[in-house]
């Protein structure tokens, strides 16, 4: 039979799994210049001292309580490159918030710099400030249960490290992954190696649904989630007060490092789920639907201790993250919450969570979970009232400006994460959809030939131009963006439109109370002035590819398809996965590819035999598809041909592609 093509191959299976984009942080001598805060930005930020409680010196109280052994260094990779920085941050020893940061950011930022092993209570350490989560160490009677293994091995094994020179050497005999978000397992192999895990001597516990939802909850629109995460996040803004200074629930993301991950050994099924973990007892609390689709709660009742994973932190959580995700059930969230409070509360000295710090007594415990219960029925519950009174997203989120109550001066359920207007929104979006209702907005024009007919509509570019220089004159600097927008998109090459629009979005940036929303702006605007960056790239991790299904796989071809080159190309296959002896069958018809598990079609035009392994090896680069073949890993039966049409109607999608430009 005639061997597929190698470039429809390459282009194929080569590249099925996208590659993770790999920044560092630029220095300021390669960077376009940011602009100062302006007088009405400043005035502005000032103003923020005196409508919130900072007299209020319990968090930082707390944020230092039980430390044992600071942690002011960096982390590096086995190339000697740093992926984790604190000395980054030491701007931040200032007492006084820079005109260039929002008063609150600046306190919030200040309290994550806290970072060290800390003792919580007799017999739980945490380990913070060494990657955007926690690590907590549970001393067993003979050895250390760790929940969370933070991001990536190196991190995790810096953190079980800095324990180890401070407590006794006892062996990790098990650990546990709070819920499928990777800040929360993929520094598992530098706690435990998969040998002791096989062997018996270390048990993983997750919540149901775990190694589901973390292969799918972000591999289909993955390429898009990890280009809008560079904002969210701030992956490529300098560190500083014109830059980036918090990412709310910690610093920022590890950049660099190995994401691992080592499948559970025990599922939490029951609502409520007790275990003996080494002497100490363990009632699992499943909390689905929440921050994560699979997560859990752990109380420790022997320790009066309470673990509320990520759903209880320091700030208020997103009910939509800005990269992108599932919208989130507050309503749920809030029930969980509940639950936990009348459980548990009046039964815990301490509280504490998968990121920033916890909480001590048994009364303050009670009163944050009470008021974050409230704050998450709220963004439900308001949203819904105005939506049924038939306002539209952006109108919803201009009506919910603050929180009811004593909640909006409480700096735990202040905007550092999420938001007012960004969750109320999703709220919408989750009952309702994106679309508001209205006809105009059905079928709108796309940005650019929108943009082009504003600008003209508007006397022109430079007309325009003089009236984003008025609105920024006035402080009107939302208006200015949303002009700067449609002149951007009209003209791209308009270095004036470019630079406008960045100083609309940097003084926004620099105002805003929310992390994120501040990456959000400066990671525009530095854009608008250097351009879309390129990145290093490197393939995706080793663990995470071997832990995708076969079905997982199968339906990423699809979305990679390329159904115009497809149509007109009908074909049937059969494909044999024979080390886990499972088949599928695929059909491509009107240029849409489908499959279905354990069947096989009985005329398929084309037949492929394989190992998931050699799947594996593919997709992480160490073996391309001839090589495969001529060396008899993969056997082909029928027309070949088809196979390498298939292949070649796949698309590879850029991590790279514009967002503030088009």
Request: with cysteine.
């Amino acid at each position: 039979m005639p061997l597929l093509s190698l470039p429809c191959l390459q282009r194929g299976l080569l590249a099925v799994f996208i590659s993770a984009s790999i920044a560092q942080p630029l220095s300021a001598a390669e960077l376009v210049a940011n602009q100062p805060a302006s007088a009405l930005t400043a005035a502005s930020n000032a103003a923020v001292l005196n409508k919130l409680p900072f007299t209020d010196r319990t968090d930082y109280e707390s944020v230092s309580r039980g430390l044992i052994a600071p942690f002011k260094g960096e982390i590096k990779n086995a190339a000697g490159k740093v992926i984790w920085s604190m000395p980054a941050y030491s701007f931040l020893d200032a007492d006084k918030a820079p005109d260039s940061v929002n008063p609150s950011l600046w306190r919030l930022a200040q309290l994550s710099t806290h970072a060290g092993l800390f003792e919580v209570k007799e017999r739980i350490y945490q380990v913070r400030g060494l990657d955007v989560s926690n690590m907590t160490i549970i001393e067993g009677d003979t050895g250390l249960f760790i929940i969370d293994p933070l991001t990536m091995a190196e991190t995790a094994k810096a953190a079980l490290d800095l324990y180890y020179q401070n407590r006794p050497h006892k062996p990790v005999i098990a650990v546990a992954y709070s819920h499928s978000h990777t800040d929360h397992f993929g520094g598992v192999r530098g706690v435990v190696n998969e040998a002791d895990v096989k062997a018996g001597k270390v048990k993983i516990f997750a919540p149901s649904g775990f190694m589901e939802h973390v292969m799918s909850e972000n591999v289909f629109a993955g390429t898009a989630m990890s280009r809008r995460a560079q904002f969210q996040f701030g992956t490529l803004l300098p560190r500083g007060e014109k830059g980036q200074v918090d990412a709310g629930m910690g610093k920022s993301l590890p950049v660099g490092g190995t994401i691992t991950l080592i499948e559970p050994t025990d599922l939490i099924k029951d609502h409520y789920e007790t275990r003996n973990i080494d002497g100490i007892e363990v009632e699992f609390q499943l909390t689905p639907g929440t921050e994560a689709p699979a997560e859990m709660n752990l109380y420790l009742p022997q320790l009066r201790a309470l673990c509320m994973s990520e759903n209880a932190t320091q700030m208020m959580h997103n009910i939509l993250t800005p990269r992108g995700a599932l919208v989130r059930d507050a309503k749920a969230w809030s029930q969980y919450i509940d639950e936990s409070l009348a459980r548990y509360g009046d039964k815990s000295d301490v509280m504490f969570a998968q990121h920033n710090w916890p909480t001590w007594g048994s009364e303050r415990i009670s009163t944050m979970l009470a008021d974050q219960r409230d704050m998450y029925a709220f963004l439900n519950d308001r949203t819904l009232h105005l939506m049924n009174q038939g306002l539209t997203p952006m109108e919803v989120a201009e009506q919910m400006k603050t929180l009811p109550g004593e909640l909006e001066k409480k700096w735990y359920t202040r905007s550092y994460y999420g938001s007012l207007s960004h969750n109320s929104r999703a709220v919408y979006q989750r009952y309702l959809g994106f679309y508001d209702g209205n006809p105009a907005n059905l079928n709108p024009l796309q940005p650019v030939d929108a943009g082009k007919h504003y600008v003209e509509a508007m006397g022109g570019g430079a007309a325009v131009l003089k009236l984003m220089r008025s609105a920024l004159d006035k402080g009107d600097y939302r208006w200015a963006a949303q002009l700067g927008n449609h002149l951007v998109f009209a003209e791209p090459q308009n270095k004036d439109a470019l630079e406008l629009q960045a100083q609309a979005f940097e003084q926004l940036g620099y105002q805003s109370e929310n992390a994120l929303w501040r990456n959000i702006y400066l990671t525009g605007a530095f854009e608008l002035r250097n351009g879309v960056p390129v990145y290093q790239s490197s393939s995706a991790s080793s663990d995470m590819v071997k832990a995708m299904s076969p079905a997982l796989f199968f339906d990423y071809l699809a979305i990679r398809l390329d159904s115009e080159k497809a149509q007109g190309h009908d074909m049937t296959l059969n494909w044999q996965f024979e080390d886990i002896d499972k088949p599928f069958a695929l059909t491509l018809r009107n240029g849409v590819l489908t499959s279905r598990e354990d069947s096989t079609n009985t005329q398929a035009d084309v037949s492929v035999k394989m190992n998931k392994a050699t799947l594996d090896k593919i997709s992480q680069r160490q073996l391309d598809f001839p090589t495969a073949i001529k060396q008899g890993d993969i056997k082909l039966e029928g027309d070949g041909k088809k196979l390498g049409e298939l292949l070649g109607m796949l698309d590879a999608f850029s991590p790279q592609f514009n967002i503030v430009t088009p």
